[in-house]
C-alpha cells in the first residue's frame, strides 16, 4: 500500500506535470508517436490487405509474412536497427520497429474482413455492372469495416503499451518517465508511469470501442445510398 501511495502523491505533485519532463510533454510525445506510427502501418498495409482481399489471391502468403513479425520481439528488432546506419536517424528506429509491429494486425484483419463479405452480395454487385473498384469501394469495404476498425484498434492499442520502448533508445514518450524511474530507483515513479501508460491505452481502447458502435451504421447509410 505504501507504494501505491507513494505513487499517488507522486501523480498529483503538480511538479511532475509541468516542463520537458513533466508528464503532459510525455504524453504528447507518446500520442504523437503513436499516431506517426499507425498512420505509417495503416498505409502499408491496408492497402495491400483490401486488395488481395478483392482479388481473393495472394492474401495468406501475405498475412503468414506479416505474422512472422509477431514471432520477434519488438525490442530485439529496435536494437538491431540501432546497431545499422538508420540507428543515426533519431526515432527511425523506434518508428520503424513499431510499424513491424503494428502491421500483423491491420494487415489480417482487413483480409479477414474482405473475404468474409458474403460472396452473393458481391456476385449482386458484379450483376449490375459495377466494375472492380466501385465494388471495393461500394460495397465490400463498408462490409469489411467493422473487421478493419477492430484490426486498427488492436495496432493502436498495442503501440500506445509498446512505444514505452522509445525511451530505451533515447527518445521521448511516457517511456522517459519509466525509466527516470528505474535510474533514480524510485518505484513509486515507474509505477506512476506504468499506470499512466494504462490509462492511455484504455482511453484509446474506449475511443475505438465508441468508433465501432458508430461506423456499421455509417457503412448501412453508404449501402443504402
Same mark, same amino acid.
Given at each position: 500500500?505504501?507504494?501505491?501511495? =507513494? ?5 498529483? =505533485? ?5 516542463? =520537458? ?45 506479416s505474422n512472422i513479425g509477431r514471432a520477434v520481439p519488438t525490442f530485439a528488432v529496435l536494437v538491431l536497427l540501432l546497431l545499422t546506419p538508420l540507428g543515426q536517424f533519431g526515432e527511425g528506429p523506434t518508428v520503424v520497429a513499431l510499424v513491424l509491429f503494428a502491421v500483423p494486425p491491420l494487415l489480417t484483419n482487413a483480409y479477414v474482413g474482405m473475404r468474409e463479405v458474403d460472396r452473393d452480395v458481391v456476385g ?102
Amino acid at each position: 500500500m505504501t507504494t501505491l501511495t =507513494d505513487s499517488w502523491h507522486w501523480l498529483t =505533485d503538480p511538479a511532475h506535470w509541468a516542463g =520537458d519532463n513533466g508528464i503532459w510533454h510525455r504524453l504528447l510525445q507518446h500520442l504523437v508517436l503513436t499516431v506517426v506510427c499507425l498512420v505509417i502501418s495503416c498505409l502499408i498495409a491496408l492497402p495491400v490487405a483490401l486488395v488481395l482481399g478483392h482479388l481473393g489471391k495472394g492474401g495468406a502468403l501475405a498475412v503468414n509474412i506479416s505474422n512472422i513479425g509477431r514471432a520477434v520481439p519488438t525490442f530485439a528488432v529496435l536494437v538491431l536497427l540501432l546497431l545499422t546506419p538508420l540507428g543515426q536517424f533519431g526515432e527511425g528506429p523506434t518508428v520503424v520497429a513499431l510499424v513491424l509491429f503494428a502491421v500483423p494486425p491491420l494487415l489480417t484483419n482487413a483480409y479477414v474482413g474482405m473475404r468474409e463479405v458474403d460472396r452473393d452480395v458481391v456476385g449482386a454487385a458484379r450483376g449490375m455492372g459495377m466494375t472492380g473498384g466501385q465494388m471495393l469501394w461500394r460495397v465490400e469495404l463498408p462490409l469489411a469495416m467493422p473487421l478493419v476498425l477492430n484490426g486498427v484498434r488492436i495496432a493502436a492499442v498495442q503501440l500506445v503499451a509498446t512505444a514505452t520502448i522509445a525511451a530505451l533508445a533515447g527518445g521521448g514518450g511516457l517511456g522517459r518517465i519509466i525509466t527516470a524511474g528505474f535510474n533514480l530507483a524510485s518505484t513509486p515513479q515507474v509505477v506512476a508511469g506504468a499506470f499512466l501508460v494504462a490509462v492511455f491505452a484504455l482511453l484509446v481502447e474506449a475511443v475505438f470501442e465508441i468508433t465501432e458502435r458508430v461506423v456499421p451504421g455509417w457503412a448501412r447509410g453508404r449501402r443504402a445510398g
